[in-house]
């Protein structure tokens, strides 16, 4: 898979990670997909508060902006119609 500025990287499948949001008092879920790309390694985090979701770039991601994290996140997803489907986007 190509994402514009990494070139070829081979991501992971999302797993579920715990989240600690600066300011909140609770633990919150998340999802974190990790790519390898010819600058190195990198991961991308989903995480929702609400109706609010935040995307934090690690890594070859550091310092996206959000609408870019976002767009390489949905791109990094595994097609839908898999055994999981889109059951990852749950976090509830």
């Given at each position: ?32 997909i990790s790519v390898e790309a010819p600058r190195?390694?990198g991961s991308i985090v ?47």
């Amino acid at each position: 898979m190509v994402i514009e500025g990494l070139g070829e990287v081979r991501a992971s499948e999302p797993e579920r990670v715990v989240l600690r949001m600066r300011g909140s008092t609770v633990t919150v879920s998340g999802w974190r997909i990790s790519v390898e790309a010819p600058r190195g390694p990198g991961s991308i985090v989903l995480a929702e508060n609400g109706a609010q979701k935040f995307y934090r770039g690690e890594g070859v991601f550091l310092g996206w902006p959000q609408e870019r994290l976002e767009a390489a996140y949905r791109a990094l997803l595994p097609p839908a119609g898999g055994a999981g489907g889109d059951d990852h986007l749950q976090l509830g």
